[in-house]
């Protein structure tokens, strides 16, 4: 069983820059970001694969990048440019490659993100 815990502060000003830690117990498999806005449904924002390649969720417009260090079995999300509609609860999780795409096999218990001045 993979375990992966969310980190960062819950409160971020607009136009500043949202990061976010993820912290996973073992495997090296495609981590991902996901998001949920209030009222909304899951929306996949990215994954990075053991090889370090990254895939983006167009619909960001290039705000997100992802990174991880392999030694400390941890990855990062960070989005620039914060506006109020980013408010949500951002999740990680890993998975294994499945049919041409990572799937989201292992989540975190998310963490509560607000974008307010």
């Known amino acids: 069983q993979v375990q992966l815990q969310e980190s960062g502060p819950g409160l971020v000003k607009p136009s500043q820059t949202l990061s976010l830690l993820c912290t996973v117990s073992?495997?090296?498999?495609?981590w991902s970001w996901i998001r949920q806005a209030p009222g909304k449904g899951l929306e996949w924002m990215g994954v990075i694969g053991p090889d370090g390649t990254t895939y983006y969720n167009p619909s960001l417009r290039s705000r997100a990048s992802i990174s991880r260090d392999m030694s400390k079995k941890q990855f990062s999300l960070q989005l620039v440019s914060v506006i109020p509609d980013d408010t949500a609860v951002y999740y990680c999780?890993?998975?294994?490659?499945?049919?041409?795409?990572?799937?989201?096999?292992?989540w975190g218990r998310g963490a509560q993100v607000t974008v307010s001045s």
């Open positions: 073992s495997g090296s498999y495609g």
């Open positions: 999780a890993s998975g294994g490659f499945y049919s041409g795409s990572y799937g989201l096999d292992y």
